[in-house]
């Protein structure tokens, strides 16, 4: 019979909650190290060692500037250092000179905002922390109630917003919000004191649902207060209550941990308890729901929830949540599920013993742009911008704390997974029948369309009942640039198709054409 010929042009994205079966051919059914950048299937980078290693293990990491030279302030369990890439130094809070180590652990964790220009972190252990340009040291938080804790601090107009807190009696409220007094201008709030009638610093409790009160974030002129299982609007209204509450959302989808919110596109984007939703306050979507809801809820490591986290790249257009699976015994992530808000897709990467990841200006070594020689990206991939040099305030990337392997990495570089272990990026379809469940294909040849360089491997797999297995060809060695077609001899009621990276090498996939015939029922 003569073949026919099927193109599949600009897949895309992957689901991995439905069955391959009932998927448009565009969509992959598995998908690793891959990203979805330009509607295209791009082989995904990886993230490369930047900076003088940390002098202790870090926890978490921020970018902090004095206005003339970008700093990351990294903290262990019982210490704060800041960096600019070249040299440590301890910032940990002293009393007569003395350091006065933090107390909280790993499971604590750390968080951390940027306020009037001021670094403010908090560990749930201890008071909260600041940094101002002109301190030398971490310091306890002006005005901030003696014995108290909370679980997180985050700024809103000219306050500081306290969440879950916990008295100097050891009395919990974890249904809480406490604001501090107005900030004068560039400053710290002088008062917490919510009995003071000369002050607006004050608190509310939100108890009408069990959840904690987790985290919060501002959206526009709104705080969004989340709870475990709610989320609550707080808005300014100024006189004697100051700012008024409302429930916004109340399916018990919540927010999952701290960090697990993040800004992009004047939304919300939430990693909640069953679903992750976006919202722009006053309705909200799924955006994993029948694609990767179990790729992540079935993989999260049930002792260490506390770990998920989720951070937005903004000039990729992509959220990583990356989180623990049941392989991290310790809680340091080694996965993460990459959301393209562009395209509107899922992929997955490996990473390996991270505890955070943040965003922002990487003062790394490179004291010039790079040149035409020595830059390794492909002009339709590269991401990097024209003429880049040390220190660009607009230029920001992931930044990429390794625990297991106490070192800093910048994301979306180089082909190593954490500066030196290679890795594998492949993309599957499983379950393709041409619209045509009954009879049986011959697979003559695929025409894959690919921009780059390198050698990908290409396997062809039949079965012909769903679910029996599929049977998988030997990899065919398709050389980028040289070749044009991979030949095959493989029959079946149902296709699967396999790409992976044969080479350490950037290429994009912009689609494929598969060259068939029928042989009949079978």
Known sequence: MPYKKVEISRPRGVNIDLSPYELPNEIWSSVSNIDFDNHRTNRALGYEQVFVAPAVTPIIAVPWTDYNSPYWFYASEDKIYRTDGTANANVT?????????????????????????????????????????????????????????????????????????????????????????????????????????????????????????????????????????????????????????????????????????????????????????????????????SKMSKALYTQINPAHVDKVKCVADVPRKEIWIYFPTQDSTNGAANKALVWNWEVDAWSERDIVGVSYIATGVIADDTAKPASWNADSGYWDTDSTPWGEERFNPSNKSLFIVGYDTPKFYKGNTGLTVNGSTSYISTVEREGIDFGDDKGVKYINAIYPHFIGEGTVNIYIGTENRQGEGISWSDAHPFVIGDDYKANFRKSGRYIGIRFESASDDVWALTGYSIEYSHEGMA
């Not at 809070?93 to 107390?103: E, F, L």
């Not at 919060?216 to 509450?245: E, H």
């Not at 927010?255 to 919300?268: I, N, Q």
């Open 93 to 289: 809070r002293q009393t007569a000179g003395s350091d006065v180590n933090y107390t909280g652990d790993y499971e604590d964790g750390w968080t951390s905002s940027i306020f009037n220009g001021a670094l403010i972190m908090n560990n749930r252990k201890d008071a909260p922390q600041f940094y101002i340009p002109s301190s030398s040291k971490m310091a306890n938080l002006t005005a901030w109630p003696t014995g108290w804790t909370t679980g997180v601090v985050r700024p809103f107009k000219n306050y500081l917003i306290a969440l879950d807190i916990v008295n100097a009696s050891s009395e919990a409220f974890p249904s809480m919000v406490k604001w501090s007094d107005t900030a004068p201008l560039g400053g710290i709030p002088a008062s917490w004191d919510a009995v003071d009638p000369a002050v607006q610093a004050g608190y509310n409790i939100l108890p009408d649902t069990a959840g904690r009160c987790i985290d919060g974030l501002a959206l526009n002129d709104t705080f969004f207060i989340y709870k475990s299982d709610a989320v609550w609007a707080m808005q300014f209204i100024g006189g004697n209550f100051i700012f008024s509450f409302r429930k916004v959302f109340s399916d018990d989808t919540g927010v999952l941990s701290r960090d697990c919110v993040a800004e992009f596109d004047g939304k919300h984007f939430v990693v909640g308890v069953s679903d992750v939703y976006v919202h722009d306050g006053t309705s909200k979507k799924s955006v994993i729901t």
